[in-house]
């Protein structure tokens, strides 16, 4: 009988432990599967051996001892060590630069050898600990076809001999890049879910949060590490505000005081942090976070700065996306009819042909300028890209209040 003190450890010690004992695990075992294997039989004996000799002081270093345990000694029945260790081929260098080995199982989860779906499956898998069915679940694809593509990528890992190492350093910029745009997708994923009732999936956004904090962790002097962890710090202080009885409520609307100000003040500093170099992506997203989350009010909110660094994220990083919410942006500092104009110049954007906050946007501004006609055509489309149930509902009552 496994006592509720002795679950919830095991439990603890899977959502805090996991990376690190896998990461030290495959480093050991060389083969992913077979880490995998061995630290879930790990977590398991920690079941039964902790209800019997009480819980170790150090729970990770004791599931670390035991999975890399049998990870050794399957190696040597199977006799598979030296067709696997050129996989354990590192720098000597680096392992000294970048002592951890969950950094060596993020960027191997995050080779662009990988496709980005494959990516962030293998993320979620290995480095969170989430199982298929979850990740199968979050995504709304069957189960099986979820762990036939974590399986396809493994496979994609041993054939292509992806080693299990961290990258060149002249590498790095490169290579962090694909990690931060995985652990962004792993978030915005769970900020607004495509599809489902809820507007907001926490597991994701949780799972987003904490690699952020985890890459930051082990990257510390990265300026774009320490942006992407500053700008969902703070759009995660601003999630309680985002849902009111179930319905979505948009950010003039929102009440304020249920932002989390301790996380406000964190992800101001991390901007800050961020900002000291060359601003990147990333520190360009989060200083428009934090310019929204200083204004006390709606009202006070600086739209002249953000454009600013909107036309700046566009300069660098320029995209349809960015290109509309630089619209958003110029709206309030414009007016509506200067960004409708903005608006009609993507119109032919293939990326934004069938992309709801188009659509969305299009109806707010046509609104907004009195255009009400045309603007319950755009929401009626919108709402025709719209497969969230918590999005629809606040479509249909716009346009509810435009017909009436």
Known sequence: MVSSEVAEAVELAHAQEWAQVLATTARVAADLDLAEDCVQDAYAKAL???????????????????????ALEHRRRAEV??????????????????????????????????????????????????????????????????????????????????????????????????????????YSAGHTAKFGDDLIRYDLTRRGLDLARMVHLLLPDSGEATALLGLLVLTHAREPARVSGGALVLLPEQDRSLWDRDLITEGL??????????????ALMAAVAAVHSEAR??????????????????????????????AVALSYTDGPAAALAVLDTLSDEPALATYPYYASTRADLLRRTGQLQAATAAYEEALAFTDNTTEAAFLTARLDELRS
């Open 269 to 282: 500093a991390l901007v800050t942090a961020s900002l000291q170099s060359r601003a990147g992506r990333f």
């Open 81 to 186: 060590s030296q067709r696997k260790l050129p996989l354990l081929i590192s720098e000597p260098d680096l392992q000294d630069a970048f002592p951890d080995d969950r950094l060596r199982l993020v960027f191997t989860c995050c080779h662009p050898a990988l496709a980005q779906e494959a990516r962030i499956a293998l993320t979620l898998r290995l480095v969170c600990g989430l199982s298929s069915a979850e990740i199968a679940k979050a995504f709304l694809v069957k189960e099986t076809a979820m762990q036939a593509r974590i399986t396809r990528a493994k496979q994609k890992i041993t054939q292509s001999r992806i080693p299990y190492r961290i990258p060149r350093l002249t590498d790095l910029p490169e290579r962090i890049d694909a990690v931060l745009d995985v652990i962004h997708l792993v």
């Open 297 to 326: 009010t709606w009202e006070e909110t600086d739209w002249q700065e953000i454009l600013g660094l909107y036309d700046l994220l566009l300069t660098r990083w320029p995209s349809p996306v960015v290109a509309l919410n630089r």
């Open 48 to 70: 039964v051996h902790w209800s019997e000799q009480g819980i170790p002081r150090r729970p990770g270093a004791w599931l670390t001892t035991v999975a890399t345990r049998r």
